[in-house]
């Protein structure tokens, strides 16, 4: 009996585990820049953060988080994860102009 309860819980934590898992994510390593010290900087989207201190992307339901390594800075990109639809649910569409997370499609059913 004990041992289904101790089941029944670990499957459930599961479950619980894998509906917050809502973002994809990506890395993008930094070289240290002698304009921005101690901070990211991205040429290539004229960005610059601070460690810790992250904003959102112009163009996409995006957050853009900067980190440190062990070489230099990281910027972390967070976007919204891929949704299965099962029958009879939709995605709604969602509002471009919501900050990350609130921008991602939800799932309705």
């Given at each position: 009996?004990?041992?289904?309860?101790?089941?029944?819980?670990?499957?459930?934590?599961?479950?619980?585990?894998?509906?917050?898992?809502?973002?994809?994510?990506?890395?993008?390593?930094?070289?240290?820049?002698?304009?921005?010290p101690?901070?990211?900087?991205?040429?290539?989207?004229?960005?610059?953060?601070?460690?810790?201190?992250?904003?959102?992307?112009?163009?996409?339901?995006?957050?853009?988080?900067?980190?440190?390594?062990?070489t230099?800075?990281?910027?972390?990109?967070?976007?919204?994860?891929?949704?299965?639809?099962?029958?009879?649910?939709?995605?709604?569409?969602?509002?471009?102009?919501?900050?990350?997370?609130?921008?991602?499609?939800?799932?309705?059913?």
């Amino acid at each position: 009996m004990r041992a289904s309860r101790v089941l029944v819980s670990a499957l459930a934590l599961m479950a619980a585990a894998i509906g917050v898992v809502e973002a994809a994510q990506a890395i993008k390593p930094l070289s240290p820049s002698a304009d921005h010290p101690g901070k990211c900087y991205d040429p290539e989207k004229q960005l610059v953060l601070a460690p810790g201190e992250s904003a959102p992307a112009k163009e996409d339901c995006v957050r853009i988080s900067c980190g440190t390594t062990d070489t230099g800075f990281q910027l972390l990109f967070s976007s919204c994860g891929s949704i299965g639809v099962a029958a009879g649910c939709v995605l709604d569409t969602p509002n471009p102009n919501l900050p990350y997370p609130q921008c991602c499609p939800q799932l309705k059913c």
